[in-house]
């Protein structure tokens, strides 16, 4: 399966829920936000949304200074 | 002397009666930091005429290569009453209040008279409970946060019970536990995120932003920009409350 993650094409040898994806790029949960095909996924809903081939995966740092 | 003041913003058609629809509006800034001392300079200079500042800082010298309503001078000030200082020497007949930093038991105090509350805090904490106390208040407000060259901008409309409904909260975003990002910044960096806000809030003043659920995400290193819609978590405890009463 390939998505697209942060505009780069990847391929994943298996299907993966956006939790699980955010886990296997070493990232710490509590710390980013997640879209998918331009649209933010509540972090509640990660570990029931699976990825789909094609879908465009976007992962960022949360970010509170000012 | 007034029509000359904001003459040139006038000739743009969207701008033309700006100062007239804003004169009588409060706007309400979370720290005035590197965020809020340049977005307040700029509502201000737009024609926003009634400020409220909330910071309990003081001025530090780290401040001063990205914080520009700030001089050497005003190290160990109150942040506050130093940007209030800055304000009126722009213009004298700005009326701006004063605030120490916001809590649960006083940002009704804070937001009392508001339209519109601009979330510049730096840090999470404060920025959750801006979130909670607006959706509480259905007060709209502005989130702009920034750490290196990450920032992120967006408008929530509470005033509207559909975008409640469709795209939620801050919560809903980033999560109730979540940890933010702490890195260094740049000068240009804080200034232009604090202008992209200005711009976001003065489109909203003025009617004509027509993007409500989008969240902005901007890597100013590589000059960039993502946009997303904001979506509402079906299980977030600090919306759902509200769109069940």
């Known amino acids: 399966m390939k998505i697209i993650y942060q505009d780069h094409e990847i391929t994943l040898d298996d299907e993966l829920t956006l939790l699980e994806f955010v886990r296997s790029q070493g990232l710490s949960e509590q710390g980013v936000a997640a879209a998918v095909n331009e649209e933010i996924i509540p972090k509640r809903s990660w570990a029931e949304f699976r990825l789909a081939d094609g879908m465009q995966v976007d992962i960022f740092n949360l970010v509170a200074g000012g | 002397?007034?029509?000359?003041?904001?003459?040139?913003?006038?000739?743009?058609?969207?701008?033309?009666?700006?100062?007239?629809?804003?004169?009588?509006?409060?706007?309400?800034?979370?720290?005035?930091?590197?965020?809020?001392?340049?977005?307040?300079?700029?509502?201000?200079?737009?024609?926003?005429?009634?400020?409220?500042?909330?910071?309990?800082?003081?001025?530090?010298?780290?401040?001063?290569?990205?914080?520009?309503?700030?001089?050497?001078?005003?190290?160990?000030?109150?942040?506050?009453?130093?940007?209030?200082?800055?304000?009126?020497?722009?213009?004298?007949?700005?009326?701006?209040?004063?605030?120490?930093?916001?809590?649960?038991?006083?940002?009704?105090?804070?937001?009392?008279?508001?339209?519109?509350?601009?979330?510049?805090?730096?840090?999470?904490?404060?920025?959750?409970?801006?979130?909670?106390?607006?959706?509480?208040?259905?007060?709209?407000?502005?989130?702009?946060?920034?750490?290196?060259?990450?920032?992120?901008?967006?408008l929530f409309r509470f005033s509207d019970p559909m975008f409640i409904k469709a795209h939620g909260c801050y919560a809903c975003l980033c999560g109730e536990e979540a940890v933010a990002a702490s890195r260094g910044i740049t000068g240009p960096y804080a200034a232009t995120l604090s202008s992209l806000t200005a711009n976001l809030a003065m489109q909203h003043l003025a009617g004509c932003y027509g993007e409500y659920g989008t969240l902005y995400l901007f890597d100013f290193k590589k000059f960039t920009q993502k946009k997303f819609k904001l979506q509402r978590s079906e299980h977030c405890r600090v919306c759902q409350n509200k769109l069940e009463a």
Request: glycine share 8%.
């Open chain 2, 1 to 154: 002397m007034m029509e000359e003041r904001y003459s040139r913003q006038s000739q743009l058609p969207e701008y033309a009666d700006f100062k007239d629809k804003v004169r009588d509006l409060q706007i309400g800034i979370v720290g005035v930091g590197g965020l809020g001392g340049l977005c307040a300079y700029l509502l201000a200079g737009a024609g926003v005429r009634h400020l409220t500042l909330a910071d309990s800082d003081e001025v530090s010298l780290s401040n001063l290569h990205r914080q520009v309503l700030y001089r050497q001078k005003d190290v160990g000030k109150s942040k506050a009453r130093c940007a209030r200082d800055a304000l009126n020497a722009l213009d004298a007949e700005l009326e701006v209040s004063c605030f120490d930093r916001v809590n649960a038991a006083n940002f009704k105090d804070f937001a009392t008279g508001c339209s519109l509350i601009l979330d510049l805090a730096d840090n999470l904490e404060t920025r959750l409970l801006v979130s909670k106390s607006c959706l509480e208040l259905k007060l709209d407000y502005v989130h702009a946060s920034i750490a290196a060259e990450q920032g992120m901008l967006a």
